[in-house]
Each structure stands twice: as structure tokens, then as C-alpha cells.
């Protein structure tokens, strides 16, 4: 039973648009989520995250929307940028705050950014 | 710098041999962890440990073994009984809400 659900396996944006990659969750004791970026071959970096009292996280080009009701959220880029181009994972974790945790991940979105 | 090491990046094994992949961190973290990551599956989880000395197993423990005999280190094993081990494996520490991870080690059986 997939507990993260990142139902698009892929997404293909404009150079300078919005870039929207969706989560879901089924598991309601979820009250952190993270987003990661990787690159292939290599291991995932750390984007944007969000705690489950908030609704918006707001990084640089990088937001994160928390809908807690529909158990739902998105991460937007704008403007997308080549460079952007990766695959994106969605990640909850049911023990925020704590040091020791486990993240349990979605299959990832592939994003592709054309000039 | 502090980060995560795994080596080797790249390692190819013949059936039947166990392989053991290395993982070592310098950034203090209590707790380690080790995924698997198979195109469509996203990354699932093996095996983690929060302290020296313990470890517990994840969703799909089966055919690996680790150790924990250093806070540094949390090595991964993988047995002859995995029945299809090529993939992409990765090591993470956590510290607080974040996740740090290594750059992968790219296991084929042939």
C-alpha cells in the first residue's frame, strides 16, 4: 500500500513557466513533508519543506502548498529553468521535529524544462 | 567538509557472491539509513538504525544485512538470498527534519 503517491511519473514544462509537481497521502499521522531533487547517479538533494501547521512554504523560485484536508501538496517552480530538469521526490515523515525518523518517499516525477 | 561518503559508485558482482557497500558519515548524526531505488519504485526502504549498536529493519529487508558498530559507519550487505539485486543504492543520516544523503552506489549482478 503506497502511503505518498506522485501520481505523474513525468512533466514537461517551457523554459520560464510554472513548473507543478503533485503529492498525495493516504497516511494522516503525516505532519511533515519534504520535497527532494536528484539528478541521475547521484543521491537526492534537499529542495523545500513544510510542516503540517502551515499551508505555504516559500523558497526562492520554490513553493510548497500543504492542503492538510485533501491530504494533497504541490510544489511550484517559477520560472522553470533548465537546469531544473530532474526527478522529484515527495517525502512524509510522522515525527517531526525528532532527530531519528524515517521519510517514506513517492516514486519520484520527472521533470524536463525545454529552452 | 562534513557529509556522506558511499563507495564504490559503480560495483559489479557475479550471482551467488555477497557484497558488502559501504557507507560513512562525519556529520555526528545518530541515525542512518539505507534505500533502494528501482525505476518506477521510487526510493524504499531497507534497513536504518538511530543509535550505535541497533538497527531495525524496513520495508523490504529481505536478502540484506547491516551492521552498526560505529556512529561513522553503517555498511550494507547484500546476500546471495536477494533475489534481484541490481539497483541504486542509498545512504542517508537525519538530523532534525532533514535528510542528507550519500551520492549512491550502483550495484549490477551479472
Known amino acids: 500500500d503506497q502511503q505518498v503517491k506522485q501520481n505523474s511519473p513525468s512533466l514537461s514544462v517551457q523554459e520560464g513557466r510554472i513548473s507543478i509537481l503533485n503529492c498525495d497521502y493516504t497516511?494522516?499521522?503525516?505532519?511533515?513533508f519534504l520535497w527532494y531533487k536528484k539528478y541521475p547517479a547521484e543521491g537526492p538533494t534537499f529542495l523545500i519543506s513544510?510542516?503540517?501547521?502551515?499551508d505555504k512554504n516559500e523558497d526562492g523560485r520554490f513553493t510548497v502548498f500543504l492542503n492538510k484536508s485533501a491530504k494533497h501538496l504541490s510544489l511550484h517552480i517559477v520560472p522553470s529553468q533548465p537546469g531544473d530538469s530532474a526527478v522529484y521526490f515527495c517525502?512524509?515523515?510522522?515525527?517531526?521535529?525528532?532527530?531519528?525518523?524515517?521519510?517514506?518517499f513517492g516514486k519520484g516525477t520527472l521533470l524536463t524544462v525545454n529552452p | 567538509d562534513g557529509g556522506i561518503t558511499q563507495s564504490p559508485k559503480y560495483l559489479f558482482r557475479k550471482e551467488g557472491q555477497n557484497v558488502t557497500l559501504s557507507c560513512e558519515q562525519n556529520?555526528?548524526?545518530?541515525?542512518m539509513y539505507w534505500y533502494r531505488q528501482d525505476p518506477g519504485q521510487g526510493l524504499r526502504l531497507i534497513y536504518y538504525?538511530?543509535?550505535?549498536?541497533?538497527?531495525q529493519k524496513g520495508d523490504i529487508a529481505e536478502g540484506y544485512s547491516v551492521s552498526r558498530e560505529k556512529k561513522e559507519s553503517f555498511p550494507l550487505t547484500v546476500t546471495s538470498a536477494q533475489k534481484n539485486p541490481t539497483a541504486f543504492y542509498l545512504c542517508?543520516?537525519?538530523?532534525?527534519?532533514?535528510?542528507?544523503f550519500g551520492q549512491g552506489t550502483r550495484l549490477t549482478v551479472v
Open positions: 542517508a543520516s537525519t538530523l532534525d527534519t532533514e535528510a542528507f
Open positions: 497516511n494522516s499521522m503525516f505532519d511533515y
Open positions: 513544510i510542516s503540517s501547521i502551515k
Open positions: 517525502a512524509a515523515s510522522d515525527n517531526s521535529g525528532g532527530s531519528n525518523y524515517k521519510l517514506t
Open positions: 556529520l555526528n548524526h545518530d541515525a
Open positions: 538504525s538511530q543509535i550505535v549498536n541497533d538497527f
